[in-house]
């Protein structure tokens, strides 16, 4: 095994939540050491999220290291705790990014310019860092100094009014959007970032705002505005460009099929499996694509009536068999039996400190030179202070034990 793409580089992490610790994982898993900084009087977020472990009398096993979510985004990472509110406590955040190779920070630019730790600031303690904030709206503009969330930005961003059903209100998405697409710009730019201080010498400072990574992923919609004038409403699971587009029900308690179909040659191959072959001869109203968009209430309805005879399974195998691009809507649960994810290696099983044996996502890729591993669970809360502080800092015990009595790694 070769060795890993970021070994021997070390990110101090004072970010929280999603992106950025998120971020910091990606690079984890490529062999950075990952030094993430929290305070016991205000912990990362993320750990007072679910989901919880359920108990055998149906309450839930809830705590401070018993979040799965933080399990899940923190893995491979050594955590520390460190009050920011005292100064010595951030001589001691100046002192561990000297040590650093990258900086990461998700708050309000004030929090940072605060600490004295500002990109000005952090160049004189170490010249190269590569510095990264990640904040919702960025370093600069009328909303910088505003808090936020991922799961604000896509309503900001204009991706929750294009989600859900044209004749309801927009459909909440669910998830803290942000914090999963935030990751992979801020990973991209950190390592063209090492890339140019590997060739130059020279680090640099990255501003990267959630908001704008959302809008991004409206390109095509905000390219159709512009140019030709045409504003987007919701459609539910209908694409504007074919038909038919959406999600079917199957046989059984909640159990759905995704049908798409993209061109002449796969309408003909649906219509086989469905038995339906008068729908593309000449006089059928389905014939045509543009028949088709304007008729997909009565076409839904009669795949639908089809689908519910059989199971999402048979079904998906008899429609990929015959051309037709389908997939079974899949469970939670259904994600641990699939097959392909067994055959990648996708879970890692690891047994966290307070959490117990949890399953972990790993990776969607992988590499032939440089391997990528899940090795380590989430760090419980300051647990690996006496490393940090004795070993990476070289303090002695006296300044240790000082420093714990007068609440500095609170």
């Known amino acids: ?16 939540i999603g992106v950025g610790p998120i971020t910091a994982m990606y690079m984890a898993h490529h062999g950075a050491e990952i030094v993430h900084i929290e305070s016991n009087t205000r912990h990362d977020a993320l750990r007072h999220n679910g989901p919880y472990r359920m108990k055998p009398d149906g309450t839930f096993d809830v705590g401070i290291n018993k979040s799965g ?55 004189k303690i170490k010249p190269d860092i590569i510095m990264i904030s990640v904040p919702i709206y960025g370093q600069t503009g009328p909303m910088s100094m505003q808090m936020g ?4 930005t896509p309503c900001l961003s204009g991706v929750q009014y294009l989600t859900g059903w044209p004749d309801r209100q927009p459909a909440e998405i669910g998830i803290p959007y942000t914090d999963w697409i935030g990751p992979q710009f801020a990973c991209a730019f950190v390592m063209a970032a090492l890339d140019y201080r590997l060739r130059t010498g020279k680090g640099q400072y990255i501003d990267l705002a959630q908001y704008q990574c959302a809008v991004h992923a409206l390109q095509e919609t905000l390219l159709d505005v512009s140019v030709n004038g045409r504003h987007p409403e919701r459609q539910g699971n209908r694409n504007p460009y074919t038909a038919p587009h959406g999600v079917f029900q199957c046989r059984g308690e909640e159990r759905w099929i995704a049908i798409t179909v993209f061109n002449h040659q796969q309408w003909v191959a649906l219509c086989k499996v469905m038995d339906k072959t008068g729908w593309t001869q000449e006089g059928s109203k389905f014939r045509t694509l543009l028949g088709r968009l304007d008729n997909q209430d009565e076409l839904e309805a009669d795949i639908n009536a089809w689908t519910r005879l059989f199971t999402a399974e048979q079904l998906m195998a008899t429609l990929q068999a015959g ?19 067994k055959h990648r290696d996708h879970w890692k099983w690891l047994e966290a400190p307070e959490l117990g044996l949890c399953s ?11 391997p990528l591993e899940v090795t380590t669970p989430a760090p419980t809360l300051g647990q690996h202070n006496e490393w940090v502080y004795r070993e990476l800092l070289a303090m002695n015990e006296e300044e240790f034990v000082e420093d714990l009595v007068a609440g500095v790694f609170e």
């Open 1 to 16: 095994m070769g060795k890993k793409a970021l070994e021997g580089i070390r990110v101090i992490d004072l970010s929280w």
């Open 69 to 123: 979510m933080f399990e899940d985004n923190n893995t491979n990472k050594i955590g520390c705790t460190l009050n920011m509110s005292s100064p010595q406590g951030r001589e001691i955040a100046k002192r561990l990014i000297a040590q650093g190779d990258v900086l990461i920070e998700s708050f309000t630019p004030k929090a940072m310019r605060n600490w004295g730790l500002s990109y000005q600031d952090v160049i």
């Open 149 to 152: 969330h991922g799961v604000t």
């Open 323 to 341: 051309g037709v691009p389908a997939a079974l809507v899949e469970t939670t649960q259904d994600l641990y039996e699939d097959p392909q994810l």
């Open 360 to 370: 972990h996502n790993t990776f969607a890729f992988r590499m032939s030179k440089t």
